[in-house]
């Protein structure tokens, strides 16, 4: 075993450890930061595939994370007030069941993924990141004054949806069924590294010409990376949304693009665990930080500076030195 | 005489008043070195872009295996047999040696959009990786960070790349570039085993390799094809000794 992958096991048993600590002494709001950090982790492993593995800066990831979380909550809101999505030509009704609007979250930013990817990855560099942050701001003032669903204010569900055989209710219930989501998403996440299409995506990272010398295009798999990272941004979205159990536009805004990509590049980018430490690290500072200050962020803004410029790695990265080419 | 694997017919690339290439028609045959030589400026790597598909021609068709190619992109050439190296090393220099390699293997077989299986345990891909390392003499460092090797060691892993592809035919950029003489010794004992595998388009400036190797010669001065040739009618030739090797040499 590579020492990332000690690191990697630490975190995964921290991670594990800090929420059965708070449970069996009855803190039932560590259970829920612990849930957070899992959900905001999930958006940040969906970013890693197009930053990290593809080099795609995108700074318009919150476009996928709203989506999943209005996903979520245009069913949730129709199956609250009976009121069906439309009648016609066929009738689809709300949903409150967790698995059905995962798939609709998955789906529709997936969708959304391979539009907007389709036309920013004709660009690249500084033209990429502001064509990727115009599509978000784009679903942000959509979003504003799109009344239907709260507008400025937001929609509220009442209740959390429902996963079968479960209590979502229950935050440790809520906690375990993030954790399995998230596990998932990185176990996907590695295999995908590892595979030839990961393979060849690093590559073209790396150098764009020599992959194409070898009769792969690019664009198609930089389309590809984008359209995996946005959909599992999306269910990230959709999982915010319910432990929330409210959305607003501020999903969509660039301050959530922004906030994603400070999860991986303070974890690490490109590394497995890059955005589950980093996600920990900002809720922690969140939590520790924000007691004493308002302006926690100032804080978080030097840490981030420093990560840039001494620590290229990120947290994973600083300790577990160069990364190791895997075979 | 036997058809010519790869052909341009009248490639014609102006930029601005500049005409890079002006009317070139080469050909390379099967089993053959073809050289093509000029003076810095001559617009050698134009026209190799314009082969290779980087760059579209103003005018005049690229032909590859009997088929017209010009408006294919260098993906698509590619994929019909073309294997280059660059000038400069064109590698993913974060990988190791053989993950470079299984890259190439990787694009000839197919397969990219495949998510799940390590692509450095498929048995297929890693035997036609090693094979091409073993023959440029790059084995023992298979599993080296492409970063830390040596300016010649990256040339044999771009050649051994262009293998893992068995291409139809080689177009080769300078492989000899910034080699020592020991290196590119044995790099022209290897190109001349080569020929017979797949022809090479070979842009050099190394001349003892060219005339050592070359069936053929194309001198390319100003944008021009001047002449072709074996290397005894190149060297014979008044318009070369001008242009190209030098005035005081034809004096």
């Avoid at chain 1, 990120?314 to 160069?322: K, M, P, Q």
């Amino acid at each position: 075993m590579t020492r990332e992958n000690y690191i990697n096991a630490g975190l995964t048993f921290l991670l594990v450890l800090v929420p059965f600590w708070a449970w069996s002494t009855g803190q039932a709001y560590i259970l829920t930061l612990c849930t957070k950090v899992a959900i905001l982790a999930l958006a940040g492993v969906g970013l890693n595939i197009a930053l990290g593995l593809g080099g795609l800066v995108s700074f318009g990831h919150a476009a996928f994370f709203g989506i999943g979380g209005y996903a979520m909550g245009i069913l949730a809101s129709h199956a609250q007030t009976f009121d069906p999505i439309m009648e016609w030509p066929i009738l689809i009704e709300g949903t409150k069941s967790m698995p059905v609007i995962w798939l609709v979250a998955m789906i529709t930013s997936a969708l959304a993924a391979l539009l907007i990817g389709a036309l920013s990855l004709r660009t690249s560099g500084v033209y990429f990141i502001m064509i990727t942050l115009a599509f978000g701001q784009m679903l942000y003032y959509f979003t504003i004054g799109w009344p239907a669903y709260g507008g400025e204010d937001g929609l509220s569900i009442y209740v959390r949806n429902s996963f079968p055989g479960l209590n979502t209710l229950v935050p440790v219930q809520f906690l375990i069924l993030s954790y399995v989501i998230l596990g998932l998403a990185l176990l996907f996440s590695a295999r995908l590294s590892r595979a030839p299409f990961g393979l060849a995506l690093t590559a073209a990272r790396q150098n764009a010409d020599r992959v194409e010398t070898v009769g792969i295009a690019p664009y198609r798999l930089r389309l590809v990376a984008f359209v995996i990272s946005g959909a599992i941004t999306g269910l990230a979205g959709a999982l915010f949304a319910d432990l929330n159990r409210f959305i607003s536009p501020t999903m969509f805004s660039w301050h959530t693009s922004g906030e994603i990509m400070i999860f991986v590049i303070l974890g690490g980018v490109g590394r497995l665990y890059g955005p589950v430490a980093g996600a920990a690290l900002f809720i922690l500072l969140e939590h520790l930080l924000g007691g004493v200050s308002d302006y926690w962020k100032i804080f978080l803004g030097a840490l981030l500076l420093a990560v840039v410029l001494f620590a290229r790695g990120g947290l994973i990265g600083t300790l577990a030195g160069r990364e190791v080419a895997h075979d | 005489m036997t058809e010519p694997l790869l052909q341009t017919r009248g490639i014609t690339k102006s930029f601005g008043a500049l005409k890079a290439s002006d009317a070139i028609s080469l050909d390379l045959r099967p089993g053959e070195i073809h050289a093509l030589i000029g003076p810095n400026g001559a617009g050698k790597s134009t026209l190799i872009k314009q082969i290779a598909g980087n760059m579209q021609p103003d005018s005049g068709t690229v032909h590859f295996l009997g088929q017209d190619v010009t408006a294919l992109d260098t993906v698509a050439r590619a994929r019909l047999g073309l294997g280059r190296t660059f000038q400069i090393s064109a590698l993913a220099m974060e990988f190791t040696v053989l993950q470079n390699a299984v890259l190439g293997a990787l694009g000839a077989r197919g397969g990219v959009m495949r998510f799940f299986r390590p692509v450095m345990k498929d048995r297929a891909l890693l035997d036609r990786a090693t094979e091409a390392l073993e023959r440029v003499g790059l084995q023992d460092h298979a599993a080296t960070r492409t970063a830390e090797l040596s300016h010649g060691q990256r040339r044999q892993l771009e050649v051994a790349v262009a293998l893992t592809l068995k291409p139809r035919a080689f177009l080769m950029d300078e492989p000899m570039a910034g080699l020592g003489a020991g290196g590119s010794k044995r790099l022209t004992g290897f190109l001349d085993g080569l020929r017979a595998e797949a022809p090479i388009l070979l842009v050099e400036h190394d001349m003892d390799a060219v005339f050592a190797l070359a069936d053929r010669i194309s001198v390319l001065v100003y944008g021009q094809v001047i002449a072709t040739g074996t290397a005894a009618e190149i060297r014979a030739n008044p318009d070369v000794r001008r242009a190209y090797l030098g005035e005081e040499d034809a004096a």
